[in-house]
């Protein structure tokens, strides 16, 4: 068996992009989290995958609508990757957001997608979501990603916006 934090500390080390996956509670409140584990899974058809915590107030929200988006964040949107990584219903109050395809949207992110979930497939203390992709759409801005616990972008990125 490895060791936990071995295991922590390698994984620390691979980038991954940061999201905020949102849905709609069943009283149409926004609902939303932190998601880092989130991936291209199929072109034909268009699939994502990502994983949410069982533990995750979201999934419960999202198991009822079966309705989920995806705001990829640019850089310049790192504390709001802090902020939905809490816990807490009211992660939305006091900032600006929109509906769009029908689910919580947060302008100014370097990408956002809407989707349907097809699957839940339970893993370890996750369940990972196939999401079929319905809308997606990019922006020009660099995407934040997190690595060694801390947040940035593309390193090449970064120096062509220089």
């Known amino acids: ?3 936990q934090q071995r295991f922590k500390d390698l994984m620390s080390a691979v980038c991954a992009p940061v999201t905020v996956v949102t849905t709609l509670t ?3 409140r926004p609902h939303g989290t932190t998601v880092s584990s989130f991936a291209s899974l199929s072109l034909d058809p268009p699939l994502v995958s990502l994983a949410l915590d069982h533990g995750s107030a979201l ?3 999202v198991r009822h609508s079966g309705l989920i988006g995806v705001n990829v964040l640019s850089e310049a949107q790192q504390e709001l990757a802090a902020a939905f990584a809490g816990r807490g219903p009211d992660k939305f109050d006091g ?3 929109v509906v769009r395809d029908g689910l919580p949207h947060l302008p100014d992110s370097a990408g ?3 989707g349907v979930v097809e699957q839940y497939v339970p893993a370890g203390d996750h ?3 196939i999401v079929r992709v319905r809308s997606a759409s990019s922006s020009p801005a660099s995407p934040l990603v997190y690595a060694r616990r801390t947040f940035g972008t593309h390193s090449r990125l970064a120096v062509l916006a220089s």
């Open 1 to 3: 068996m490895v060791d």
């Open 26 to 28: 069943a009283d149409g």
């Open 59 to 61: 999934l419960g929200h």
């Open 95 to 97: 900032l600006a957001w």
């Open 112 to 114: 956002w997608l809407a």
């Open 127 to 129: 369940d990972l979501l």
